[in-house]
């Protein structure tokens, strides 16, 4: 941790993606801690669906009778994966005076990073990486939020929902772990040309004399632009 000691928020500005991504990942204490007898944590090999790409997606021009909605500013309430009937409610972190990402204090809440892009904010018209971790396992707890984040596949359903009762979908694209020392993280918590969300956790084998896995869980899950406006705009037009 100790290049990134004292590295703060107000060095850091408007470049703070492009410095973290030396070695945050490395250091994102997702310490899935856990009694007596220990979970070894979700399998160690994991499919990769579709490696990530920086290409940009074509996107039709929009029909000047139809603009699309102006994006909600709500504050994220809950990212849910229906599959496995989670429903989580959304803390906001960042980076701590220590210059290391913060971590959920608890099992059951997931953390979104306020240097990633904000869901339902793609950038230029183009893309935007929104960035959300949480615990695999919890000391005297056991399976965490994220503990079946090993289990998704391609295809599969993450929502995220703003308090004002905007929804925004997403559809599971890659799922990936890498070692977390050597994890390319640049890619992983960096901006992208697609809107997509990075949900982050532990996986591996799990260190008791450290109290951490070796391993970080990745998945990435594109945007679906659905036709109709986002939930809230639409119920709110009859108003």
């Known amino acids: 941790m ?3 000691n004292r ?5 850091m500005g408007a470049g703070l993606c492009a410095l973290i991504a030396a070695g945050v990942l490395a250091i994102l204490s997702f310490a899935g801690v856990v009694g007596e007898d220990p ?3 979700p399998p160690a090999t994991v499919e990769v669906f579709s490696a990530p790409t920086r290409e940009v997606l074509e996107v039709p021009a929009a029909s000047p009778t139809a603009p699309p909605p102006t994006p909600s500013t709500a504050a994220i309430q809950t990212l849910s994966i229906p599959r496995f009937e989670v429903s989580a409610p959304v803390i906001v972190l960042g980076v701590g005076e220590d210059g290391v990402m913060q971590t ?3 099992p059951t809440d997931v953390a979104w990073y306020d240097f990633s892009a904000r869901p339902g904010f793609p950038v230029a018209g183009e893309g935007g990486n929104s960035v959300f971790a949480g615990h695999v396992d919890y000391y005297n707890y056991g399976p965490a939020v994220f ?3 090993t289990d998704l596949e391609r295809g599969d359903l ?3 929902t703003l308090q004002d009762g905007t929804v925004y979908r997403y559809s599971v694209i890659s799922r990936e772990q890498f070692n977390a020392g050597t994890a390319p993280v640049e890619d992983i918590v960096g901006d992208t040309d697609r809107e997509v969300i990075t949900l982050i956790t532990c996986g591996g084998i799990f260190d008791s004399a450290i109290g951490e896995y ?4 990745v998945v990435r899950a594109e945007r679906i632009h659905e036709d109709a406006p986002p939930e809230s705009v639409a119920a ?3 108003q």
């Open 39 to 41: 979970y070894e944590g």
């Open 7 to 11: 590295l703060s928020l107000v060095t």
């Open 158 to 160: 993450v929502e995220v």
């Open 104 to 106: 959920p204090d608890g």
């Open 2 to 4: 100790s290049n990134w």
């Open 214 to 217: 070796n391993d970080r869980i």
């Open 236 to 238: 709110g037009a009859g």
């Open 147 to 149: 503990w079946h984040l």
